[in-house]
């Protein structure tokens, strides 16, 4: 089979991959894309759509480890692992709290806040692009019935409020008179009044439509099975619908990451972050805005015709499964807050592997070793929000542009 000349190789068509291939397509790049699947299958189809630079915080925070713990044994929490040898987990474990410390969250916040913004900025404007987003900016609630889960929203806000994201203390009463489909007595929360949401799977068709109206070309059902490097230089790729080879690759393969970078001896310590998303009919109290459940950590969407209600975190290894236990436990805390019927119907049900790299920070940049080489993976529990941001990043890096972000947090070199 003849080989494949191409100027930039991106490897995997999800929000990461997508965003990417549509700024650079757009600023001239000849730029060609595969998917093992379709275009956005992967974390990016069923998420719960927030684009809210209010939640930067990687998941490592101080002050994690005692809750954490205490989560981790339960299978019912919000955040949960399935105890087990593997040395992968035993690996990221041992990252992950040594990333609890005070001075690498704040300069993690700034990154993630940064790049947050700038993808809010662009995502609006794909909204007015592309109506099919259903982009809407009405701001998000983080609602609690409990002292420490009203402090935790307080502390968020107190967190990203100096980098520019703006939120206001709300007390119950406040939460009953601005979203009467919450069930009360609720003690309090927050309301960050620019967090944005939209459909995920339509912004990544319309990220798809974009790198084709540039010219870029799209090619799904292609799955990166090998890499070929030569010297420092990856030298070509091999795949099920042939081999190419590329002047530049971009790997942006979420979950899918650690196996693929081992093809390349590379270290990339990422585990899948399952979490669940089901869409159910428009409740008689459709709630109007999204809403954090902070104690539950459960997110509620409200979508036009539905609702979708998203939670839960388990550690894993590649393992798409549903867990109907961890699914009714989304339910129940969804129900402690929102007038649900008694036969709840679930009209889809979906998993999805967050990417989540040991200190909760993506790895964006070229590799130190491989010197045509650019890592895009590890979004962890904000792909959709930071995606477009990455997108203008990682242009920037290959047009060898002064990064507008502090790339050393992003350190793809790092592990
Ligand atoms: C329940 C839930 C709710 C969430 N809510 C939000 C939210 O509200 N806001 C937010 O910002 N984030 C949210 N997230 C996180 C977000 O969905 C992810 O961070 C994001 O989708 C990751 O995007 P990605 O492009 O890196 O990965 P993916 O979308 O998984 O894309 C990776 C792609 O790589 C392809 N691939 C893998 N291996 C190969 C190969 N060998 N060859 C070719 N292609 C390959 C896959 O097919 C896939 O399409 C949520 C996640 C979950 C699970």
Known sequence: MQKKDVEILIVGAGIIGTAIGAELSRRGAKVCIIDR?????????????????????????????????????????????????????????????????????????????????????????????????????KGLMMVSRTQPGVDAAVAELNYVKNLGVPGKVLNGDDIAAMEPALKGPLLGGVYFSNEAMAEPFQVVQALANEIRAYGGEIIENC????????????????????????????????????????????????????????????????????????????????????LRIAGTLELVDQDFTITQRRVESIKKGAREFLHLPQDLEIQELWAGLRPCTPDGVPLVGYHKNISNLMLAVGHQMLGLQS???????????????????????????RF
């Open 37 to 137: 699947g379709t275009v956005g299958r992967g974390c990016s189809y069923g998420n719960a759509g927030w684009m809210t630079p209010c939640f930067a915080m990687p998941l490592p925070m101080p002050g994690m480890l005692l809750k954490s713990m205490k989560w981790l044994l339960d299978p019912e929490g919000p955040l949960y692992i399935k105890p087990s040898l593997s040395v992968n987990l035993a690996h990221w474990m041992w990252a992950f709290m040594k990333a609890m410390n005070e001075t690498q969250a704040r300069k993690a916040v700034e990154a993630l806040v940064v790049l947050s913004q700038k993808s809010l900025t662009e995502y609006e404007k794909l909204g007015q692009k592309y109506p099919a987003l259903n982009f809407e900016q």
């Open 223 to 306: 799955e990166l099975q090998d890499i070929v490097i030569s010297g420092n230089k990856v030298e070509s790729v091999l795949t099920s619908q042939g081999e190419f080879k590329p002047q530049q690759l971009v790997m942006a393969t979420g979950s899918w990451s650690k196996d693929l970078a081992r093809l390349m001896r590379l270290r990339v310590p990422i585990l899948g972050g399952k979490g669940y998303a089901m869409i159910v009919p428009p409740l008689e109290k459709q709630p109007q805005y999204p809403i954090m459940l902070v104690e539950k950590k459960i997110a509620i969407t409200p979508r036009q015709g539905s």
């Open 387 to 413: 995606g477009a941001g990455t997108g203008l990043l990682v242009a920037d890096l290959i047009e060898g542009k002064t990064p507008f972000v502090d790339l050393k947090v992003l350190d793809a070199n």
